[in-house]
């Protein structure tokens, strides 16, 4: 009885206590979150109040001359060191990328000074703070380059922030503009100087300089009408070249080289254009055969090409075309080389050229349908990349493919072939073939060519063959400008009476049906130009 009494006292204790044990704890997460809110709170009360002070303190700082809107007066290089130091800690590019012009402009122009006390690199003599001042510099510019990226060039403001960040990574990654160095004292520091710039540089390029660079070239000449002007032009070239330079042309720089600056549409023919001073740079470096040498691996121009993809592996392949054009004597030392690596290039393009309209190709001015989607950035620019691609097939390149064909002298007649015949046997082209082979087996050579020339004029012609077979809406020009070459298909005609071999060539197509040999190459190129040349000639009679 007594216990029945008790049971609902001690029930009834318990939710009092349990009651009580949450409200002390609710009480407690709500008093943790008070603090929490007001440490939020007064932390963005802080940090607004330093970010305003330290603004108010730069504008301050680096407000102009009386009468100028722009000249700042010299200030001391470690005063700028300490303000510099704060603007990068608290810097958001919404509130301060006109500060950050205001402050590039002002260290270019503290580095046309020869005063120590106000020339901002000098920072990097003074052993305390060399390495922050070193790694300040390094973050400046990389925020530079970061602007570059988002900065649009046909627009007239952007235009001028884009040539001032330009001007500020060209100052402090060469001691040649540098005043300070002109002083007879600090000749012996020149050396370590010029290696803090090309620690500069390398820090650049791992960050992803290549990259920022690309990207500006890319919005300003992949156009139908570049908006770069000669100094932003120049000035990025200059950017790009300077670490290749000082790692003495590398491969890893010059694989970097390649894939963003040489992936560019039609950048060489825009500098032929309009900084002819760049690409003397290239030919002095000798940047076009370096460029070679390392595509020539295979492993390199599967890497390139699967970076790239295949509408921007076109764009580097009409560039190196125009260099060979450009770099003639290049072009005659390094034949083969050149040759593989164009054809590795047209062959990896050729693998996303489809015959056939589907659901998932897309239309190529210059490749047909093609497996992947084209940057729309491309199609204003494909008509100067077309024109690139077209010098392959010019005069001047023809001449020094086939150099060493068109230097055999050739027989004004051909006995075998322009003999007696009836109208029904000139008629007939298996006759016609099968009577030049047969000549080559009974004929003796008392001047046997060299091997080397067999191989480099089979390597040519394949090489023709698989830019008529990949770049499929080209291949009309192809065929005029190969055809229209006077003594070249004489010569070729010569070539196969006199190194093709019927029997052995049936030998290697009874083992191996592709018309990828050798011999093929050369036969096939013949026949596609004096198939056009009749169906031409028939036209317009």
Same mark, same amino acid.
């Given at each position: 009885?007594?216990?029945?009494?008790?049971?609902?006292?001690?029930?009834?204790?318990?939710?009092?206590?349990?009651?009580?044990?949450?409200?002390?704890?609710?009480?407690?997460?709500?008093?943790?979150?008070?603090?929490?809110?007001?440490?939020?709170?007064?932390?963005?009360?802080?940090?607004?109040?330093?970010?305003k002070?330290?603004?108010e303190?730069?504008?301050?700082?680096f407000?102009?001359?009386?009468?100028s809107?722009?000249?700042?007066?010299?200030?001391?290089?470690?005063?700028?060191?300490?303000?510099?130091r704060?603007?990068?800690?608290?810097?958001?590019?919404?509130?301060?990328?006109?500060?950050?012009?205001?402050?590039?402009?002002?260290?270019?122009?503290?580095?046309?000074?020869?005063?120590?006390?106000?020339?901002?690199?000098?920072?990097?003599?003074?052993?305390?703070?060399?390495?922050?001042c070193?790694?300040?510099?390094?973050?400046?510019?990389?925020?530079?380059?970061?602007?570059?990226?988002?900065?649009?060039?046909?627009?007239?403001?952007?235009?001028?922030?884009?040539?001032?960040?330009?001007?500020?990574?060209?100052?402090?990654?060469?001691?040649?503009?540098?005043?300070?160095?002109?002083?007879?004292?600090?000749?012996?520091?020149?050396?370590?100087?010029?290696?803090?710039?090309?620690?500069?540089?390398?820090?650049?390029?791992?960050?992803?300089?290549? %990259?920022?660079?690309? =990207?500006?070239?890319? /919005?300003?000449?992949?156009?139908? #009408?570049?908006? !770069?002007? @000669?100094?932003?032009?120049?000035?990025?070239?200059?950017?790009?070249?300077?670490?290749?330079?000082?790692?003495?042309?590398?491969?890893?720089?010059?694989?970097?080289?390649?894939?963003?600056?040489?992936?560019?549409?039609?950048?060489?023919?825009?500098?032929?254009?309009?900084?002819?001073?760049?690409?003397?740079?290239?030919?002095?470096?000798?940047?076009?055969?370096?460029?070679l040498?390392?595509?020539?691996?295979?492993?390199?121009?599967?890497?390139?090409?699967?970076?790239?993809?295949?509408?921007?592996?076109?764009?580097?392949?009409?560039?190196?075309?125009?260099?060979?054009?450009?770099?003639?004597?290049?072009?005659?030392?390094?034949?083969?080389?050149?040759?593989?690596?164009? %054809?590795?290039l047209? =062959?990896?393009?050729? /693998?996303?050229?489809?015959?056939? #309209?589907?659901? !998932?190709? @897309?239309?190529?001015?210059?490749?047909?349908?093609?497996?992947?989607?084209?940057?729309v950035?491309?199609?204003?620019?494909?008509?100067?990349?077309?024109?690139?691609?077209?010098?392959?097939?010019?005069?001047?390149?023809?001449?020094?493919?086939?150099?060493?064909?068109l230097?055999?002298?050739?027989?004004?007649?051909?006995?075998?072939?322009?003999?007696?015949?009836?109208?029904?046997?000139?008629?007939?082209?298996?006759?016609?073939?099968?009577?030049?082979?047969?000549?080559?087996?009974?004929?003796?050579?008392?001047?046997?060519?060299?091997?080397?020339?067999?191989?480099?004029?089979?390597?040519?012609?394949?090489?023709?063959?698989?830019?008529?077979?990949?770049?499929?809406?080209?291949?009309?020009?192809?065929?005029?400008?190969?055809?229209?070459?006077?003594?070249?298909?004489?010569? !070729?005609? @010569?070539?196969?009476?006199?190194?093709?071999?019927?029997?052995?060539?049936?030998?290697?197509?009874?083992?191996?049906?592709?018309?990828?040999?050798p011999?093929?190459?050369v036969?096939?190129?013949?026949?596609?130009?004096?198939?056009?040349?009749?169906?031409?000639?028939?036209?317009?009679?």
């Amino acid at each position: 009885m007594f216990a029945v009494k008790a049971e609902p006292k001690k029930t009834e204790f318990l939710e009092q206590a349990k009651s009580a044990r949450l409200e002390r704890a609710n009480e407690k997460k709500r008093e943790e979150a008070c603090i929490e809110i007001q440490a939020y709170v007064r932390s963005f009360i802080v940090r607004r109040r330093l970010q305003k002070q330290v603004r108010e303190e730069f504008d301050l700082f680096f407000q102009p001359c009386n009468g100028s809107e722009t000249i700042v007066p010299p200030k001391p290089a470690i005063d700028v060191y300490k303000l510099v130091r704060k603007l990068l800690f608290l810097y958001s590019d919404r509130s301060d990328r006109e500060r950050l012009e205001v402050l590039c402009r002002y260290l270019v122009a503290s580095m046309d000074t020869d005063s120590t006390r106000d020339c901002y690199i000098s920072l990097a003599l003074n052993k305390d703070l060399m390495l922050d001042c070193i790694q300040q510099i390094k973050d400046l510019l990389w925020l530079c380059c970061l602007q570059l990226k988002t900065l649009k060039p046909d627009n007239p403001n952007d235009a001028k922030s884009i040539n001032l960040h330009l001007h500020i990574l060209v100052t402090f990654t060469s001691t040649s503009t540098w005043k300070m160095l002109k002083n007879k004292s600090m000749e012996p520091l020149r050396a370590s100087l010029n290696q803090l710039c090309n620690n500069i540089m390398g820090h650049l390029h791992q960050s992803g300089m290549y %990259s920022a660079l690309q =990207e500006l070239l890319s /919005k300003g000449l992949a156009r139908a #009408k570049p908006c !770069l002007k @000669h100094a932003t032009l120049s000035a990025v070239i200059t950017l790009a070249l300077r670490p290749l330079v000082a790692a003495n042309f590398s491969e890893n720089l010059i694989n970097l080289f390649v894939l963003h600056i040489l992936s560019v549409p039609a950048v060489v023919q825009h500098l032929s254009v309009m900084a002819p001073e760049c690409l003397a740079v290239f030919m002095s470096n000798g940047l076009f055969k370096k460029c070679l040498e390392m595509l020539i691996s295979e492993q390199s121009t599967r890497i390139v090409f699967y970076s790239l993809e295949g509408n921007y592996a076109l764009c580097l392949l009409g560039n190196i075309i125009q260099l060979a054009d450009i770099e003639k004597e290049q072009l005659s030392t390094g034949l083969v080389e050149f040759t593989v690596v164009v %054809s590795r290039l047209l =062959e990896r393009c050729q /693998k996303y050229v489809v015959n056939k #309209k589907s659901n !998932l190709t @897309h239309w190529h001015p210059v490749l047909g349908w093609f497996s992947q989607k084209t940057d729309v950035r491309l199609h204003d620019a494909m008509t100067h990349v077309v024109e690139q691609l077209s010098l392959l097939w010019s005069n001047n390149i023809i001449k020094i493919l086939f150099a060493e064909l068109l230097a055999v002298e050739t027989p004004h007649e051909y006995p075998t072939l322009l003999g007696a015949q009836t109208p029904q046997q000139a008629n007939r082209p298996k006759d016609l073939l099968k009577k030049a082979f047969s000549s080559r087996q009974n004929a003796h050579k008392s001047n046997k060519q060299e091997q080397n020339e067999s191989v480099i004029v089979t390597l040519v012609c394949a090489l023709y063959q698989t830019a008529l077979s990949t770049l499929t809406q080209l291949r009309m020009n192809i065929l005029t400008g190969i055809s229209q070459h006077e003594a070249l298909l004489s010569k !070729l005609w @010569h070539y196969i009476h006199t190194h093709v071999r019927l029997k052995s060539l049936l030998e290697q197509l009874s083992n191996n049906s592709s018309s990828s040999l050798p011999d093929c190459q050369v036969l096939i190129l013949f026949c596609d130009c004096a198939s056009y040349l009749i169906t031409y000639a028939s036209l317009t009679l």
